[in-house]
């Protein structure tokens, strides 16, 4: 549930004109009270589905489906724990090297370099993208198996 919180002065909220300043847009649960002085507070809540629910729930029905069909769970879960090994071991990595003088210098440099090439490389002219294109989809197709 999305929450919008003002605080908006007093005065009347329609113009000269007979048109209001606010227009309703959805369907939403408002709340107003009277604050100090010629200050008025207002509360609004947004009810209903969002789009980040519906993906995260079909991310989680995904990983039900892949638990369910699996016949060997001691090897997924083995995967998972060293999944999250390698990633505890990677931020260490990275934090060790970042401690060194003079090296994340080097490595944000080298960064640049390979960014500003990429983007010649393949962003851009259009026929470029185009090939980067077709090989992002490639290799899509065959991590799927497609």
């Known amino acids: 549930m999305a929450s919008i919180l003002a605080n908006l002065p007093a005065t009347p909220l329609v113009h000269h004109k007979p048109q209001p300043l606010l227009t309703t ?14 200050r008025l507070a207002v509360v609004v809540k947004a009810t ?10 079909s991310i989680v029905k995904s990983v039900q489906n892949i638990w369910d069909k699996s016949e060997d769970r001691v ?3 083995g995967l998972g724990f060293a999944g999250v090994v390698a990633l505890w071991a ?3 990595l990275i934090t060790a090297i970042d401690k060194l003088p003079l ?6 440099f080298i960064g640049i370099l390979f960014s500003a090439w990429f ?3 393949y962003l ?3 026929p470029d993208r185009e090939e980067l294109f077709q090989s992002v989809k490639k290799s899509i197709s065959d991590i799927l198996g497609q």
């Open 25 to 38: 847009v959805g369907i939403f649960s408002v709340s107003t009270s009277k604050e100090r002085g010629s």
């Open 48 to 57: 209903g589905e969002s789009s980040d629910s519906s993906t995260s729930l």
């Open 75 to 77: 090897a997924i879960i």
């Open 90 to 92: 990677s931020a260490n």
């Open 103 to 108: 090296i994340p210098s080097v490595l944000e």
């Open 119 to 121: 983007t010649y490389r």
């Open 124 to 126: 851009l002219f259009k």
